[in-house]
């Protein structure tokens, strides 16, 4: 008995359960890679082609209570869209970064490498990053917490002496940025509206999605923000 045949036998016997036909299922694969699921209901049986996709978030058609709001919403999706691929590069760094480090034996070598690491990001999107807005560096400040699990501030603070994380997010916060700020989309409104911008962007292909350090699901968080607008 193939596979395929048996994970079909497992998730027949736990539909049992939930229906109260009697359903069977036998699978075959043409030549183009088609399934073809034939269904035995009450002795009917029924022929089911399909392919297996990507799963596909649905998304809800935008709607905004006012002229201003969607005006911002706006301003948030250009701001949001700028931003991210350096959250997305800091996260990508950082992975190769840690995996670097753990074939470093000596002290010695790890901070030289981390020096010539902080070195090569500086020199190549310090320029950059001056150009950010206010509005945009705090932003920044949450996605890469959601790309590393880490605050800004925690990520300073282990590349460079606590002294140093302490005197930039002082510094941050003359321009009212906090390193310390985290990605909190269940609890801040404007971190939703974010994840809202991400995940449209992420299925126009407008931004390469890369998976967050902690679970974020979607469904979930656009439920919980509808519920909290309908109880008001």
Do not use: C
């Amino acid at each position: 008995m193939k596979i395929r045949q048996i994970l079909g036998i497992g998730i027949l016997l736990i539909s049992q359960a939930l229906f109260s036909q009697t359903l069977k299922e036998i699978s075959q694969v043409d030549k183009d890679s088609v399934e073809t699921f034939y269904y035995i209901i009450e002795g009917d049986t029924i022929p089911k082609e399909y392919i297996d996709l990507d799963e596909v978030v649905l998304l809800n058609k935008l709607e905004f209570n006012s002229k201003e709001d969607r005006r911002r919403y706006l301003i948030l999706r250009r701001k949001t869209r700028k931003v991210y691929p350096f959250a997305k590069l800091a996260s990508e760094r950082l992975q190769v970064m840690n995996a670097r480090m753990k074939t470093l034996e000596r002290k010695r070598d790890r901070k030289r490498y981390t020096r010539r690491v902080q070195k090569y990001i500086e020199g190549e999107f310090s320029d950059k990053l001056k150009k950010l807005t206010r509005t945009e560096g705090q932003i920044l400040v949450k996605l890469i917490h959601r790309q590393t699990g880490r605050t800004a501030f925690a990520l300073v603070k282990e590349l460079r002496t606590g002294w140093r994380a302490f005197w930039y997010n002082t510094t941050a916060s003359m321009f009212d940025i906090s390193l310390k700020e985290e990605y909190q989309p269940f609890e801040v409104k404007e971190d939703y509206l974010i994840e809202d911008i991400l995940e449209r962007s992420f299925q126009a292909n407008v931004l390469k999605r890369q998976e967050p350090a902690f679970e974020i699901n979607y469904l979930d968080l656009s439920s919980h923000w509808h519920d909290k607008s309908v109880n008001k």
